[in-house]
């Protein structure tokens, strides 16, 4: 009931913006009305047990991919994070003032196997939580060969976590029909662990000490201020 609703929505709201044309094209950029943003003072360089790692280089991603990613967002952020115990989380942010272009590149669903690296077990949902406030999140599997990567990733549009599909569509056009463009944020981390469960469980644990060690400033970029809104397009799982 609830995907059907929330298709004939959708179709609702493309059929008005067809028929009313350019009078409700956005032209004011969302980015514009609040403070810029930052991606390293957004994210900390150190949190909980966790600390930037010097020593490990992130995976660059192909020249191919690298120039569709700087024609498509404003800035990016890489980093891999260690604690005492030896283990190891990577970090890949993705900001873009508008996240019409090209917010799909840095979606893992694509950009993995854009680089070779196969999706292995396909993306489901798990919902989180922090102080009380609900983060769903997605979750997949890239495997190349004994490189198993569990991700877990979620995105922001303007100041509202979604999910890729009808969801972002939505929020897309909400923002459209009060004329503004709004911005875009992927927030991914991930792990080398053929341990698949034990990895999500680090990953939360991680998502966790890193949101705790931002500032209440940080929180609302990465967590909007709204509530979450995300659609019926991946399957639910179990909280972990």
Known sequence: MIAWRTAAILALLMGVGSVLGTSLRPRTFLADTKPAIELTAIFPAQFGAWKIDPSIIPLQPSPDLQQALDESYSETLSRTYVRPDGKRIMLSVAYGRNQHKGMNWHRPEICYPAQGIPISVPTSRADMSFAGRPLPISRLVAANQSRIEPISYWVV????????????????????????????????????????????????????????????????????????????????????
């Open 157 to 240: 549009v303007g100041d509202r976590v979604t999910s890729f599909g009808r969801a972002h569509k939505l929020v897309s056009l909400e923002y459209g029909l009060r004329g503004y463009i709004p911005d875009g944020m992927l927030v991914r981390v991930s792990s080398i662990n053929k341990e698949v469960d034990e990895a999500f469980a680090d990953q939360r644990e991680f998502i966790t000490d890193m949101l705790q060690g931002m500032s209440p400033a940080a929180r609302q970029i990465v967590l909007g201020t709204r509530a979450p809104f995300v659609g019926s397009d991946l399957m639910p799982t179990m909280s972990h």
